[in-house]
């Protein structure tokens, strides 16, 4: 039978999600603290010997004037997605959670491969429906990632897995005098601009600066702000977040100037390299589209990030738990109009720093 976590078994969760090769930063109390508009609660399976087999994590947000709840469960379950008989054992956790709770939707974004067929059926047979959608952005999470394997490999040895070009962008950054420091919260402003700059000309909406901020606050020692200079001036950055056996590349941001140095294949290979040096399995470039003709608009992205070798990862994708189909249908419907938007206000107000 499962359980609910109590902060008394914080430290427990914390080492296991840590351990687990199905672990992952947003499941994590840490990025708890990241999210303070929303209550973080746990579930948990032990196997015979009382340990813990299976964890989900969720996120509870209150609905603007209705007595209901959003319950969100970042990439769970952390568990062997064979072991269907620990993940029905933390479904039922949860559905007790969210009766108590009155939530309206137990969402879900697994990660877990597409291919896992068994996984999904096992998902459908407890209740679940997987979200058919677009093969770009449009889920919480990407759906589409790059993933590159590292396990057990130096610098060396991963720096030659990479394509020839890229190799050489990442020497032609160093020789052109781009200099990547690990640098603390006193950058943040200069970073959250870029990102600005960023978010209007690729068209998606960017976090305020304080966000930036309280992450290396609340991540500490897992989370890393990298920023490329050229003669003393910041023209591009990355955060991110190391986990367990992951490192992730969480956001990225780069002026409209001095791409021509390179700045970015710099800071993927410094933050590579701290992968490297923690002994990861894999490095996560996050999204990519995954429609990959070339025609596509975002067919860019998916190529900078194959240049550095690794394996193109389709997850099962966004599955919904639905508890109260009157209330998910008219949130579901609203909160896609919403974000569309937003994303044009935003772009609007900004369009300047294009």
């Not at 994590?57 to 959003?70: E, H, M, N």
């Not at 970073?191 to 290396?216: E, I, K």
């Not at 997850?315 to 909160?335: C, K, Q, S």
Request: proline share 4%; with cysteine.
């Amino acid at each position: 039978m499962s359980e609910r976590i109590t902060k008394e078994q914080y430290a427990e969760f914390e080492a296991f999600n840590m351990a687990s090769p199905w672990g992952h930063f947003a499941q994590s109390v840490l990025w708890a603290k990241q999210k303070p508009m929303w209550d973080w609660e746990a579930v948990v399976s032990r196997d015979a010997s009382g340990a813990i087999c299976g964890a989900m994590a969720v996120l509870i947000r209150k609905l603007p004037g209705l007595p209901f709840t959003l319950m969100y469960g970042c990439r769970a379950p952390v568990c062997d997605p064979d072991d269907h008989e620990t993940i029905a054992d933390l479904v039922e956790g949860l559905r007790a959670l969210a009766k108590q709770r009155r939530s309206y939707v137990i969402k879900i974004d697994p990660d877990v491969p597409s291919s896992d067929a068994a996984f999904a059926a096992a998902m459908h047979a407890l209740g679940f429906r997987i979200k058919t959608g677009g093969k770009n952005f449009e889920a919480i999470q990407p759906k589409y990632v790059f993933r590159l394997n590292i396990a057990g490999k130096n610098e060396d040895e991963v720096l030659a897995g990479f394509h020839q070009k890229w190799r050489y962008n990442i020497r032609l950054a160093a020789r052109k005098g781009v200099e990547v420091r690990l640098c603390g919260k006193e950058m943040v402003p200069a970073f959250a601009d870029l990102m600005l700059t960023t978010g209007v000309r690729d068209g998606f909406v960017t976090r305020q600066p304080s966000y930036f901020a309280n992450m290396l606050d609340n991540l500490g020692e897992h989370a890393r702000l990298y920023m490329a200079f050229s003669e003393g001036k910041p023209i591009a950055g990355t955060l991110a977040i190391w986990y367990g056996d992951k490192v992730w590349y969480l956001y990225g941001a780069s002026s409209n100037e001095h791409r021509n140095l390179m700045p970015n294949y710099l800071l993927q290979w410094n933050m590579i390299q701290w992968a490297v040096e923690k002994g990861c399995r894999i490095y996560d470039f996050r999204g990519v589209s995954g429609d990959l003709s070339e025609d596509n608009p975002m067919y860019g992205l998916y190529r900078f990030k194959q240049g550095f070798n690794g394996d193109f990862t389709e997850f099962v994708g966004e599955m919904d738990l639905v508890l109260n189909a009157p209330i998910y249908f008219a949130v579901e419907h609203g909160t896609n109009v919403m974000k569309e938007v937003r994303r044009r206000v935003y772009l609007l107000r900004n369009k300047d720093k294009a």
